[in-house]
């Protein structure tokens, strides 16, 4: 099967993307999320986090993100020992999942598909971008935050343009009406390209 990788920086439109790929039938996996499950589900991430940050990395039987994200944020050796636990759960969670689809091709979002090397995991890479200044309103509506945070993470991230000239297809979100006519043109194209195989 197919394997399109689905990226972008924070607040660049993902989500909004994926769900316009979902309503035309293409089944979306959602790395980001199925990895907050996992956090939650799993006793084997569970022992290894609560090794790695203390008894605090889970409040009431369930991960406690606000501490485990101000352990993170500023080391990012810490941050590449969390991603070595959870990663590897998510990668073999996404390939079962991907087993029990029926379609032409299915859809992997992940923020970090080139800060993690991992271009070769897919066939087809699309990136979400979007103004800065859409970026920063959409995340600072969405998570109740300052500017400077958002700042912070948007300049911790790799920048759009490194990650267009790595991708195969590329989505300005900007209006959702444009957008959404992106997202048919992309589908085609990959539908075009899977017929040809």
Same mark, same amino acid.
């Given at each position: 099967m197919i394997v399109v990788g689905l990226t972008g920086g924070i607040g660049s439109g993902k989500t909004t993307v994926a769900r316009m790929f979902e309503d035309m039938g293409?089944?979306?996996?959602i790395a980001d999320k199925e990895a907050k499950r996992l956090m939650n589900? &799993?006793?084997v991430i569970r022992r290894k986090l609560i090794a790695l940050f203390g008894d605090d990395a889970y409040l009431e039987n369930q991960l406690n993100r606000p501490f485990i994200a101000s352990k993170i944020f500023n080391d990012t050796n810490l941050l590449n020992q969390m991603?070595?636990?959870?990663?590897?759960k998510v990668g073999k969670d996404f390939?079962?999942?991907?087993?029990?689809?029926? &379609?032409?091709?299915v859809i992997k979002e992940a923020a970090i598909i080139f800060e993690h090397k991992k271009e070769s995991d897919y066939d087809y890479i699309v990136?979400?971008?979007? &103004?800065?200044?859409?970026?920063m309103t959409r995340v600072m509506n969405r998570?109740?935050?300052?500017?400077?945070?958002?700042?912070d993470i948007v300049n911790?991230?790799?920048?759009d343009e490194e990650k267009i000239?790595? &991708?195969d297809f590329v989505i300005v979100n900007e209006y959702l009406e444009n957008t959404k006519k992106q997202v048919i043109a992309i589908h085609r194209q990959i539908l075009e390209k899977i017929s040809k195989f």
């Open positions: 293409v089944p979306i996996y589900t &799993s006793k991603n070595a636990i959870v990663h590897p390939i079962r999942w991907m087993k029990k689809q029926d &379609s032409k091709y990136t979400v971008t979007a &103004s800065l200044d859409d970026k998570d109740n935050t300052t500017k400077k945070k958002v700042l911790n991230q790799m920048p000239k790595k &991708s």
